[in-house]
Every structure is written in C-alpha cells, then in structure tokens.
C-alpha cells in the first residue's frame, strides 16, 4: 500500500505544471554535458580520493569539456 501512494506522489510531481517545466529545462542543462563526459570522454569514475582532489578532477573535466566545446565552435 505504501508504494503504491509513494507512486502517485511521484506522478503528482512529475505531472505537475513545476515537475513538466523542470523536466523540460532538464534534457539541455546537465544531462547532455554527463552523457558527453561520460560516453565520449570515457570518464566512469574518479581516480583520487577525498573532496578537495575531486573537486580538481571534476574541475579539469569541466575544463577539458569547455576547451573541446570551443575548439569546436
């Protein structure tokens, strides 16, 4: 019983006219950017350890993404 009204919560959310205008904005904003870093540039998981080291890491990924972005413009 309780799935099925955590299940139509979720649906109530989604349907919602705020849950329809996130998912719109969603399939541009992030989704494309980790689909490219993780399919193109074979990014699966981090190599260091700790918040500060992967704070850097995703920073030169974000790094590498722009400059190819732009190399290619």
Same mark, same amino acid.
């Given at each position: 019983?309780?799935?099925?009204?955590?299940?139509?919560?979720?649906?109530?959310?989604? @349907?919602?006219?705020? =849950?329809?205008?996130?998912?719109?904005?969603?399939?541009?904003?992030?989704?494309?950017?980790? #689909?490219?870093?993780?399919?193109? %540039? #074979? /990014?699966?998981?981090? %190599? @260091?350890? #700790?918040?500060?080291?992967? &704070? &850097?890491?995703? =920073? @030169?990924?974000?790094?590498?993404?722009? @400059?190819?972005? /732009?190399?290619?413009?």
């Amino acid at each position: 019983h309780n799935l099925i009204r955590l299940k139509e919560k979720a649906r109530n959310l989604l @349907l919602s006219e705020e =849950g329809i205008a996130h998912r719109k904005r969603r399939c541009w904003d992030v989704e494309a950017v980790f #689909g490219n870093i993780k399919q193109n %540039m #074979g /990014f699966k998981r981090f %190599m @260091l350890r #700790g918040m500060d080291k992967v &704070t &850097t890491e995703i =920073g @030169l990924i974000a790094m590498a993404h722009n @400059l190819r972005k /732009f190399s290619i413009a």
